[in-house]
């Protein structure tokens, strides 16, 4: 199989560019270090000459709803658009677990893209995932100030991406489905203490605050909802504390 996966340069993507490698598909990647820009259509349509599925893992960084919903909306029309030119027979997606009842911020974004999916003609399927392991990593790297790391007030289901990645290319072999089986992780975290081991493993000397975000977007973060529901979902395998000294984590 062709497998085409945009943002295969990124934390999950490039987890996803080698289980498909590993599995024997050939892989292309879209990103803007490899020529191909899915906001202004830049290569888009040369890259995708002969792929049989489409893995999304396109990303921005903001809090900005307005910002999070132009992006996410933009990148999903090009790709479907581009897609439906290519006779690609599958899009993949990679949304969020629980995020239905947090319509703001980034995670309007991702609603946008998940809607403008479910409403387009090429076979689809959106494969919703936990946070990543990996998103103490990224929150540590954005909101530490001198000797203090401010954390947002999350509970979550963290997965490692090296699995979420395994998946999408799993979801990428089958039938499109519309939707796939949410994964989640082993056992629910709090993203502070997920800062705070993630420091003591690593001999690092910092304090982590768990501060609650303001407004409806840090309601939804510490409610609860992004721990996704058990008895639905597909259970991954590595807890956060392994993935920690293991050799799938990239620092
Ligand atoms: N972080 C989490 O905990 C989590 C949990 C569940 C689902 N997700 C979802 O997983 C997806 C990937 O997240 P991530 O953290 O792996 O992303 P990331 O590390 O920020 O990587 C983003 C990727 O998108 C590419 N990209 C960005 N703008 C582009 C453009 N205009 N044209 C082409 N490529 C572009 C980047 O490559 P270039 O810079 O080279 O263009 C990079 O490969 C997101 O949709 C996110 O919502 C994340």
Known sequence: MKIAIAGGTGTVGRHAVSSAQQRGHEVVVL?????????????????????????????????????AVNFFSTVTRNLLAAEAR???????????????????????????????????????????????HEFAQQIASQTTVGPVTLVPRTLSRPVAAFEVGAHLI????????????????????????????????????????DIRFPGSYGAGLASGALHGDESVSRISATTFDDWLGSATRVR
């Open 170 to 209: 799993e979801v990428a072999e089958s039938t499109p489905a519309g939707r796939a089986q949410d994964l989640i992780g082993p056992q629910n975290e709090t993203l502070v203490g997920m800062v705070r081991r993630m420091y003591a493993h690593d001999g690092i000397s910092r304090r982590a605050l």
């Open 86 to 132: 290519a006779s690609v027979s599958h899009h993949v997606a990679l949304s969020i677990v629980g995020i239905d009842s947090i319509d703001t911020s980034y995670y309007a974004g991702k609603l946008a893209q998940e809607r403008l999916i479910l409403a387009s003609d090429v076979p689809h399927t959106i494969a919703r995932a936990a946070q990543f």
């Open 31 to 67: 990103s803007r270090k490899n020529g191909v820009d899915v906001i202004d259509g830049t290569g888009l349509d040369q890259a995708l000459v002969g792929v049989d599925v489409v893995v999304d893992v396109l990303n921005t960084t903001t809090l900005s709803t307005k910002k």
